[in-house]
Each structure stands twice: as structure tokens, then as C-alpha cells.
């Protein structure tokens, strides 16, 4: 035959095969429980049992997997330690290998620069937003929350509604960030949202605007330089943190009551995080961690977070095919402060992080004496 | 000349005062767990899982594995530079210094690079290569500690003229460190061992990093982000290791002692 | 009453070839029994202290891309990094010498007081214990008792009517976190320091009785200075102990105290994009600055030591 019916022939052979393989994907599911079965270990990293509600998730995927062990490094950890793990166990096949990872946006792109990360594209690829992902399929955003306080009734009487209420005499010695502003991507936020709600524009402006926030509260007395948590919260050192809704929710419902508290949306900014997900591109056990990749990203996983109170990245998707349960739902904020959420861009918040975590000292710093 | 302990006694009040004040303080904490009483929540939650136990007895073990290679590496050293080679002491002193600078999460992804699966001494491949690596991370943690206190007990004995008699008498040189210099330090000893021990049940970074079940790891996992845990868990640990150093004391009466006559 | 000081007399110990030995080759008068004696500590020293020291000494050198560069060190010379180191030194400082002071005074009350027996065995088991309680526990545990609602506060307020902070007084302070610091280093202090007061022989005392000398004469010509090595040697300790400590400060003061500790954790572990290379270089700092405290501490115990020979 001549070239041009070649030509024709193949193109038809490569749809044939193009749609042969999207079918594969589907069905590969089982394949890949086979492969990581083999595997027979699945090692993550940083994932605290309360956050997001990982530890239901995770006995969750055993049950539903029976035959992976998942070997839980270091809870406690931060993004930079989890990119450290990768990079140190490089040679690694042993257990203290992290398979996957989940941190802050801003170490997507930049892992994927060091060759860190491998590209995985889950099943459900399509139904994530363009804005949350890496078009390779390096990395993807996981889950959101937006920043709220936590307030411990037993000690406020009236819980602050917004932002600037922050700034009021009665609120002397209450307020507290839920980590370091100089390192932790939940203080950071925090330090950008009390920008936001002066009105500066997402980015740099609106981490200085925060954190001449913060200095004012920090002068009027109003801030405590303790690292906010639900001990502290609890023991009275810190009754208003702000920190991320789905922390804040967690924290609530383990006080069981004791102290009386509420969580609080502040009304002039409301600023939502990103986390995403990433393959190891080390990972001595890759099936188990595509495996638990498809998991995280079907219904099913992304229930699991929002049974901790993250709303997943696909929550917009779930929603409209009403898969979400209306118990869940209902244990929620109020979903119409999540449609004016901002989501600051990969290069806002690097350039809010970079200024706030420069002058911090300068500008807020208690200045022990 | 008649002495009057009552500044002994005021010392020991004042400093008893300080100590256990801010314990009080913790345990009142979390005994507050309900509303308007005070019970035991808290600790039932923390202790009821079984993996409680093995943690513990897991850090126990580990403890005193570090407790034993540290001595077997600490003392000899000691005792022959302060006999033999003191210009080795300033180097010696500097090195046993830097685990306190170094920050454990730099030590530990540094033992990683060097002993993982594909390296000459690949000990992180089994539970049991993993658990050596896990035990020597602590005694290097625990390696100021350990060599201070051994240092100053042997400061304290005249080392060359015991040396000097046991040689005349007939000693090897593993003899008079077993037999003659061990049972003088023996407070000493323990001082390093009460320190390892304590390191060991506390440690979380480097067994969590490391994949083994440690208590550290345990305490971690449970009382995280939890507001009544942690100082339950605080308090049971502080206990417990309380505990264990008090039967490491108890067992060490059945050591050889020295014979000077102290006050 | 001779204290050890090496190979200053020539005798038939083992190992060594005679009497006078000229210095000469590479064990020059030491014997292969030193050698092994040492080698065990020489080795791990090697292995798990000073190589991954070593890495830390490169990864400072490296620059981003990784390149060989000298940024990190000029980095190291901002106002801010300059500040948290003085401020690092002036808590260990502080709080070593306090520790120092506060432990000997209890380790000599509790040893030489004529306390109840199982005092002392109390007594050091705790301080095993309470050397180690650092970090989180701690400072919550001085946050109940200290803080602004804190079990000693509250008390006070209420039972005395004496408002401790509208006195001045704040746990989140220098002095705050010096006195927080001090529940490990005091104990540290009685657990090393207890075997060198064992050591004072009772026969010194009474033979400074003997002739007429006062406790305070005993202790300022006889105890003192053969502690004093002792004391340095611990000084030193205390001062790298809580020069390296950042868990407590951490979780105490959080994000209004500046120290190394913190800046370092800040750049190798935080949730946003750090410079690792700082972060050695701020270790690499640390280490430079424990080197010459404890030159320092080796200069004075070498001329305090002089009078022991």
C-alpha cells in the first residue's frame, strides 16, 4: 500500500489502542492491588492520625486492601522534613523509604525541579481543577481548608467574628498563631489572611499588611507569642488560635466538651490552603503507592478527609454527582463562606511567605529583653 | 565542730518545691479531662492500647542496649587517655560535645545516607540491622552525658596509683578496668546510665524517622493535638522512667563499691 | 593526695618501653593496648559523629543549585542571624550558670548535708528523669504553673492578692525561659557533679578542722578548687546542653525568642520553601561557637589544674 493509506491505517490502529488503554486504566485497578500486593508495604510520612482524618483513612485503605502494610514515619513532620527523607533515603529500599508525600503547594514545583517526584495520573484525574495540579502529573493539590479561629467559650465570652475584632480590649492576652510564622505554612497563612482582611491585595502587600496586624496586636497586648494548640487552648494560655478550619474542628470535637468551644470563620477574609500529593520518584514500593494514590483520589478516599473536615479537591465534582452524605454536610461551616475563599497562587503566596517570613522579627518580633 | 543541717534541709525544700510544683501543676492538668471533676480519663485513654506495653518494653531494651555499648565504649576511653594520652582530651571533650549541637534529624537522615540498603554496611534492610543503628543513634545522643559523668568519677579516684598497685600485683589491663577502676565509678556509672535511659524513653525523631516502635513514637502518635493526653502522658512517663532508674539503683547495690570513706 | 595528670613519672606500667621514652614515630611511648582502649570510642566517634558533622559542614557550602558557594556563610552575617546567636549565647550562658550554681548547692546539700539516706537515692533518680524532661512537656507543664493562668498565678491572686505579672514578671521572657531552661540543667548538674563531691575525702575535712579552719576556709582553699575542673568541665556541658536546645524555647516562647536553634529548624524542616544550605550554615555556626567556649573552659581548667600536680 502507498504512504498515505499507511499513515491512515496506523492513526486508526493508535485510536484503537488510545482508547483500548483509557479502558486499561480502569481495569488496571486490580492489576495494580496485585502488583502492590507483591509489593506488600506502603510507607508514608507526616500524616498525624488527626489531620484530615488520616488515621481513619488509613485503616480504612488496609481494610480495603488487606495485604499492604503501611509503615507511618514521623507524624510530626514537616514539609521540608518529608522532601529530607526523600532526598536522604535515595539509596533506600528499607522501610524508612517515604513512598509518598503530602505538603504545602509551594514544594510541588520545586520538588518536581529536583527530580524528587514521579508523574501519576489517578483515574479520576479529569475531575481535579487545572488551577490544583501540575499538568505532567507531578504533583496535585489533595485537600483545601480556610483559615478560622478556634475559640475556647470557657474563657471568651464573646467569640470575635472577623479579623479587626481581633483588635478589641477584651481579646488582651487571648490570640495565638497555631505554629511559627517563620516556618510554618498554618502560621504563614494566618499572618496573610489578617492582610487580606485590610484589604491589601493577595501576595506581598497583604503579608505586610498582616504583619503590621499582628504588630498592632502584639503592642495592644492582644497577641500571645505561645504556639497555639488544643492543649494550650484547653489550659487557657491560648484561647483564640487561629488555625486551619479542619484543625479546628478536630480539636473541638476532642475536647468532647471540655472546654465549650466554637469555630469561627472570620467574615472580612477568607483565605483556603492547598496541600497535594506526590509519588516518591525513589519509592522502593511505587504500585503501593499509585495503589493508594487511586484510593485518596476516588469517592471513597475523599470522603475519608472530608469526614475530617478537609474538603477535598474534588468536593465541587462530588457534589454535583450528590455522592457526599448529608450527615457530613451538615457537620460543616457554612458552604457559602467557602464561595468567596481565596486561593492565593503559587506565586502570591511565595511572594507573602517571603516577606513575612523576612521581617517577622523586625516588624512583630516580641524583642525579648 | 557541730554542723547544723538546716540549710541542708532549707536546699533540699526549696529545690523540691521547684521541681515538683510544675508537676503538680501538669498532673492537675490532666486530671481535669471532665468537666467540673476530676478522673482518670485521660490516663485510661492513654494506657488501655496494647501498644503501650510493647513500646515501652521495646525502649526499655533499646535503653539498656545503648546503656551497655555505651559504657564499653566510653570507659576504656576515658580511663586510657586520662592515664595515658591527656592531649587527646580537648579533642576527645569536643567531639563528645557535638550531639548536643547537631540537631537529631541531621543525625539521623545522615545515618540513613550512610548505612540504607545500598551501602557498604546496609543496616536499615532488616528489623534487626535497624534496631543496632537505632541503639548506637542513641548512644551517640547519649555520648556527652555518658562521658562527663564517667570522666568525673574517674577524676575523682587516683587512677595512676591504682593502676600502678594492680599491675605489681599481677593485673591485665582488663582486669584492672573490671575489677579495680569499674567498681569506683560506680556512682558515676549510674549517673551516665540514669541519663542514657532517660534519652532513650523520650526519643521520637530518630525511632520515628527510623520506622521502629519506640515509646517516644507512641506518645507521639497518641497525644498529638490532643488538649488532656500529653500531660497524662508526661506524667506516666516521667513515672515510669522514675521507676526504672530506681531499680537500675536497686540492682547496682549489688555491685562492688568502693571502700573511701565519704562523708 | 596526687591527682592523675598523665605520664609524668616514668614507671614499669604496661605498655611502655622503659623509662624515659623519646618521642619518636607514631606511638611514641603509647602502647597498642592504648590503642585498642581508644579505638572503640575512635571509631564510633568516626562513624556516627563525625561524618554526618561532616556532611553538615558541606551541605553549608552548597548553594541551591548546587553549587559550591560561600553565600550561606555571608548570609549568616544579617541582623537577625546575628541577634539570635547573642541571644542564644546570653540563655545558655545564663542558664548554665545558673544550673551550675543551684545544682552544686543541692548536690552538696543532699550528699554532705546529713540528710535522711534515701534522700540522695531519690533525689538522683529524679534528676535522671527531670534532665531529660524537655521540650512540649515542659513548657507546658511551667505554662500551668507560671503562665498567665497558671496554678502558682491564680494561687497567688487569689489566696495573697499579689498579681505576679502586674508585678513585672513574665514566663515568656528571657528570665522566663532561663528559669524554664534551669529544670534540666540543674539536675544534669547534681548527676554529674555527685561522684567528684563523693570524692572529698572526709579525712581533708577533719585534718582542715584539725588545724583550726572554718567551713568557708575549708571550702575556699580545700573543696572548692579540687572541684573546680570538675565545675568547668560541667559549666561546659551545661552550656552546649542548652545551646542546642530548642524544644522547649519552642514551644514556650514560640515565635517572639529568637534563637539559632529555631532559625535552623525554621529553614531545614519548615512548611515552605527554606534554604537548607542556611541551614547547615547556622549548624556549622553552633558548632564554631561550642569549639570556643570550650577552648575557653579548657584554657581555665588547664590553670586551675596546674596547682593539682
Known amino acids: 500500500m502507498n504512504l498515505k493509506s499507511a499513515l491512515a491505517a496506523s492513526v486508526s490502529v493508535l485510536a484503537v489502542l488510545g482508547s483500548t488503554v483509557s479502558t486499561f486504566a480502569a481495569t488496571d485497578l486490580a492489576a495494580l492491588y496485585d502488583a502492590a500486593k507483591a509489593e506488600g508495604q506502603l510507607t508514608v510520612i507526616a500524616l498525624p492520625h488527626d489531620w484530615c482524618g488520616y488515621g481513619a483513612v488509613i485503616d480504612a485503605f488496609k481494610a480495603k486492601y488487606p495485604g499492604i502494610t503501611v509503615n507511618e514515619l514521623n507524624p510530626d513532620a514537616g514539609s521540608g522534613d518529608e522532601i529530607e527523607a526523600i532526598k536522604a533515603n535515595k539509596g533506600n529500599t528499607g522501610p524508612q523509604a517515604p513512598d509518598v508525600i503530602d505538603v504545602g503547594l509551594s514544594f510541588g514545583p520545586s520538588s518536581k525541579a529536583d527530580g524528587l517526584i514521579q508523574a501519576y495520573k489517578v483515574s479520576t484525574w479529569d475531575s481535579i481543577p487545572d488551577s490544583a495540579k501540575d499538568a505532567d502529573g507531578f504533583w496535585y493539590g489533595d485537600y483545601y481548608g480556610v483559615m478560622s479561629f478556634l475559640v475556647n467559650k470557657d474563657l471568651v465570652a464573646n467569640s470575635p467574628t472577623s479579623w479587626a475584632d481581633l483588635k478589641k480590649p477584651e481579646y488582651a492576652n487571648q490570640f495565638a498563631l497555631a505554629g511559627d510564622p517563620r516556618a510554618a505554612n498554618q502560621a504563614i497563612s494566618a499572618v496573610h489572611a489578617a492582610g487580606l482582611s485590610t484589604g491589601a491585595k493577595p501576595g506581598a502587600d497583604a503579608g505586610t499588611a498582616g504583619l503590621n496586624f499582628l504588630a498592632e496586636l502584639n503592642k495592644a497586648g492582644n497577641f500571645v507569642p505561645v504556639i497555639g494548640k488544643a492543649a494550650p487552648l484547653a489550659q487557657g494560655t491560648t484561647p483564640i488560635v487561629a488555625a486551619w478550619d479542619y484543625n479546628a474542628l478536630a480539636w473541638k470535637d476532642g475536647f468532647a466538651g471540655n472546654p465549650k468551644a466554637e469555630v469561627v470563620v472570620p467574615s472580612d477574609a477568607v483565605v483556603a490552603g492547598v496541600y497535594i500529593q506526590a509519588i516518591s520518584a525513589y519509592a522502593p514500593h511505587p504500585n503501593a503507592a499509585k495503589l493508594w494514590m487511586e484510593y485518596l483520589y476516588s469517592d471513597e478516599g475523599q470522603i475519608g478527609w472530608l469526614a475530617g473536615y478537609c474538603h477535598p479537591i474534588r468536593f465541587n465534582d462530588l457534589a454535583a454527582k450528590n455522592a457526599i452524605p448529608a450527615d457530613l454536610l451538615a457537620k460543616l461551616p457554612d458552604p457559602a463562606l467557602y464561595a468567596k475563599a481565596v486561593f492565593p497562587t503559587l506565586d502570591e503566596q511565595a511572594a507573602a511567605k517571603d516577606a513575612i517570613t523576612k521581617n517577622w522579627d523586625s516588624v512583630v518580633g516580641a524583642n525579648v529583653q | ?263 | ?309
Open chain 3, 1 to 309: 593526695m596526687s591527682s592523675n595528670s598523665g605520664t609524668s613519672t616514668p614507671s614499669a606500667t604496661p605498655g611502655s618501653p622503659g623509662v624515659v621514652s623519646v618521642r619518636r614515630g607514631f606511638l611514641s611511648g603509647h602502647g597498642w593496648g592504648e590503642v585498642i582502649g581508644v579505638a572503640p570510642f575512635l571509631i564510633f566517634a568516626v562513624l556516627f559523629l563525625v561524618v554526618p558533622t561532616l556532611y553538615l559542614a558541606y551541605g553549608a557550602f552548597v548553594g541551591r543549585d548546587g553549587q559550591f558557594t560561600l553565600q550561606n556563610i555571608i548570609d549568616l552575617g544579617t541582623p537577625q542571624i546575628i541577634n539570635s546567636f547573642w541571644i542564644s549565647i546570653r540563655v545558655s550562658a545564663a542558664s548554665a550558670i545558673l544550673g551550675a550554681l543551684i545544682g552544686l548547692i543541692l548536690a552538696l546539700a543532699i550528699i554532705r548535708g546529713r540528710l535522711p539516706s534515701g534522700i540522695r537515692s531519690a533525689v538522683m533518680t529524679f534528676s535522671g528523669v527531670a534532665s531529660n524532661f524537655a521540650g512540649i512537656p515542659l513548657a507546658f507543664a511551667f505554662l500551668s504553673t507560671l503562665g498567665r493562668l497558671g496554678l502558682v498565678t491564680v494561687i497567688l491572686k487569689t489566696v495573697f492578692a499579689f498579681d505576679i505579672y502586674r508585678a513585672g514578671f513574665n514566663l515568656l521572657s528571657f528570665w522566663g525561659l532561663t528559669l524554664t531552661y534551669c529544670y534540666f540543667q540543674i539536675p544534669l548538674m547534681v548527676l554529674i557533679i555527685a561522684p567528684a563531691i563523693d570524692g572529698l575525702r572526709k579525712e581533708w575535712t577533719e585534718a582542715a578542722e584539725t588545724l583550726g579552719a572554718t567551713r568557708f576556709q575549708f571550702w575556699r582553699y580545700v573543696g572548692l578548687p579540687i572541684l573546680w575542673p570538675n565545675l568547668l568541665g560541667t559549666l561546659s556541658l551545661l552550656f552546649a546542653n542548652a545551646f542546642g536546645a530548642i524544644a522547649t524555647a519552642y514551644a514556650l516562647t514560640g515565635s517572639s525568642l529568637n534563637i539559632v536553634p529555631i532559625l535552623l529548624y525554621a529553614q531545614i524542616r519548615g512548611d515552605v520553601l527554606q534554604n537548607p544550605g542556611l541551614g547547615a550554615a547556622l549548624a556549622l555556626g553552633m558548632i564554631l561557637i561550642t569549639a570556643v567556649a570550650n577552648v575557653i573552659y579548657l584554657v581555665i581548667r588547664t590553670r586551675a589544674e596546674r596547682w593539682l600536680k
Open chain 2, 1 to 263: 565542730m557541730k554542723r547544723s543541717k538546716t540549710w541542708a534541709w532549707v536546699v533540699f525544700i526549696l529545690g523540691a518545691l521547684y521541681f515538683i510544683v510544675p508537676l503538680l501543676a501538669t498532673v492537675q492538668f490532666s486530671l481535669s479531662i471532665r468537666r467540673g471533676t476530676l478522673s482518670l480519663d485521660a490516663y485510661t485513654n492513654v494506657i488501655q492500647s496494647p501498644q503501650f506495653q510493647q513500646t515501652f518494653s521495646y525502649s526499655l531494651i533499646v535503653g539498656a542496649a545503648a546503656i551497655v555499648v555505651g559504657l564499653f565504649i566510653v570507659v576504656p576511653a576515658a580511663y586510657f587517655v586520662r592515664l595515658r594520652a591527656p592531649q587527646l582530651r580537648p579533642v576527645i571533650e569536643f567531639v563528645t560535645l557535638l550531639p548536643l549541637i547537631i540537631p537529631p534529624i541531621i543525625l539521623v537522615f545522615g545515618y540513613i545516607r550512610m548505612y540504607n540498603s545500598s551501602s557498604i554496611l546496609p543496616l536499615t534492610n532488616s528489623a534487626l540491622g535497624t534496631d543496632i543503628l537505632l541503639t548506637l543513634a542513641y548512644v551517640a545522643l547519649a555520648l556527652p552525658y555518658m562521658y562527663r559523668a564517667v570522666d568525673t568519677g574517674l577524676r575523682t579516684i587516683d587512677v595512676q596509683t591504682l593502676t600502678e598497685a594492680a599491675n605489681i600485683l599481677g593485673a591485665n589491663t582488663v582486669t584492672i578496668l573490671l575489677r579495680v577502676i569499674f567498681p569506683n565509678i560506680i556512682v558515676a556509672v549510674l549517673s551516665g546510665a540514669f541519663l542514657t535511659l532517660a534519652i532513650v524513653i523520650g526519643e521520637f525523631t530518630i525511632a520515628s524517622l527510623l520506622n521502629r516502635p519506640a515509646f517516644g513514637v507512641y506518645m507521639q502518635n497518641v497525644g498529638a493535638n490532643r488538649a488532656y493526653e500529653p500531660a497524662a502522658l508526661a506524667v506516666i512517663s516521667f513515672v515510669i522512667t522514675w521507676g526504672a532508674m530506681g531499680m537500675i539503683q536497686l540492682l547496682a547495690r549489688f555491685a562492688p563499691k568502693t571502700a573511701i570513706r565519704t562523708d
